[in-house]
């Protein structure tokens, strides 16, 4: 029996909401397996007190859970070393990490290669650099949603210190072929940075492979708590880098007028950690490591393969939906329009030309809809603006799937879409 068929078992929140409720948002956030909430409980329960501050039997526990935890997501990425994984709040704090940080070095007219499927957390950290002139650049993606390779080699240069670029596309859904974008990166001189809140979850990420140099991951979207995430670094590239937040615990030796820092990772833990959040993370890992990785991400090219039969299937008048049709370079992420939703100037030019818009329900309207047949999805721009203006939308509605959805999941998606063009057509 595959492992999605009783999964949904496992997770307290599907029993609570019952039969009707299809849960269609894991790339906004995922759902918590017992053993995550059970870790977080059990932690509270029976360990809790601070980690380094204690001498006493209770907060050794604590720092050796929270040491173990570390361990654990470390092995899971592939990292070499422990110390190489810094406990943040989510991606956006990891990026902004790197954007404080590395982004001391930056003088007026060092540039910083981007792509235009950023998620805004890996462009408004960089663009606070703009103030020191750092001018940012963005590689386009192709027609088909794939990233433009040739456009990025172009847009490299020797003034380029970081490339920073999505595995996986939030919205396309698109892989990006990081290891080649990393060779061409190190091949230049610049720093690689990836984002991986979109990969880590779904798929097997091992950063010696990809050869990054930094990568950012939220748990929350991987099974674990919300307030803990991931920034993966080169050992010897975090030694030498300033700490981003300044207090307690990140520092060696203070005086009155200046002060030393810990040793990597504590240098850059300012303050009491979300311990539980890392312990419950560490759970998260280990049920992701018992499902298999491989698994995992094969059941998500399996929902997206139904999910592209039944696109045709269904042949919903005026669905659109965007990013690669091929399941194997593309997550468990669909982003659609009904009629599509132009932005006002698109509109427009096309009513000149005598070009109707058929129905047109706005994203919005089909999140909603879709609710009331008890389909979650989410709808807007997905904290993409740039990548939705791009793909000439305003915004666009986006199912995504993990684990325990089931192909009964995406075909309820599709039922309640005939419904919603039904209820609009009207
Ligand atoms: N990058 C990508 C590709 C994402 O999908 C997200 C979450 N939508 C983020 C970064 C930001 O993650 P968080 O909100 O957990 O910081």
């Keep these: ?89 989510n991606t956006t704090e990891a990026l902004n990490l790197l954007a404080y940080s590395l982004g001391h070095d930056l003088v007026e007219g060092d540039e910083i290669l981007l792509t235009i499927m ?4 890996n462009i408004v950290p960089w663009q606070f650099l703009q103030e020191k002139g750092v001018r940012i650049k963005y590689a386009d993606i192709r027609e088909d949603g794939t990233l433009d390779m040739d ?11 970081i490339v920073s670029v999505t595995h996986v596309s939030n919205v396309l859904g ?20 990836v984002d991986g809140a979109q990969s880590v979850p779904h798929m097997p990420v091992d950063v010696g492979r990809i050869g990054c140099d930094f990568m950012a991951f939220s748990g929350h979207k991987m099974l674990g708590p919300t307030g803990i995430g991931c920034l993966y670094g080169r050992i010897d590239l975090l030694e030498k880098m300033r700490p981003f937040m300044g207090g307690g615990e990140m520092i060696r030796e203070v005086y009155t007028d200046h002060s030393t820092w810990a040793d990597v ?30 698994n995992v991400r094969d059941h998500g090219r399996e929902l997206m393969r139904i999910t592209f039969s039944l696109e045709s299937e269904a042949g919903i008048p005026g669905l659109i939906s965007y990013g690669p049709r091929n399941p194997d370079i593309r997550g468990p992420v669909y982003a659609f329009n009904i009629g599509s939703i132009h932005p006002m100037s698109v509109e427009e030019s096309l009513a000149d030309r005598g070009v109707g818009l058929g129905t047109v329900v706005h994203p919005h309207d089909v999140a909603s809809t879709l609710d009331g047949k008890g389909v979650a999805v989410r709808s807007g721009h997905h904290c993409a603006m740039p990548l939705t203006h791009r793909i000439n939308a305003v915004a666009t509605s986006r199912a995504s799937y993990y684990i325990y959805n089931t192909p009964e999941d995406v075909r309820r998606l599709f039922h ?6 039904k209820v609009y057509s009207r």
């Design 1 to 89: 029996m595959p492992f999605w068929e009783r999964i949904k078992e496992d997770f307290p929140i599907f029993h609570n909401l019952g039969e009707n409720f299809t849960y269609l948002d894991s790339a906004a956030t995922s759902q918590k397996p017992y053993s995550v909430i059970n870790a977080l409980s059990d932690f509270y329960s029976r360990h809790n007190s601070n980690v380094h501050r204690g001498i006493y039997r209770l907060s050794e526990e604590a720092t050796d859970l929270y040491g173990r935890s570390r361990e654990n997501v470390s092995r899971f990425i592939g990292s070499s070393d422990p110390r190489q994984i810094v406990f943040v709040r």
């Design 118 to 121: 950023e998620h805004h957390s």
């Design 151 to 161: 456009d990025l080699a172009s847009k490299i240069s020797p003034r380029t210190k």
């Design 174 to 193: 698109t892989i990006n072929p990081v290891a080649e974008i990393g060779r061409i990166a190190h091949d230049n001189g610049s720093i690689f940075i």
């Design 265 to 294: 990772p504590e240098k850059f833990e300012a303050g009491t950690p979300d311990i539980a959040g890392a312990i419950g993370l560490s759970a998260a890992v280990d049920y992701l490591r018992n499902l298999g990785m491989e």
């Design 416 to 421: 309640s879409l005939e419904h919603t063009v």
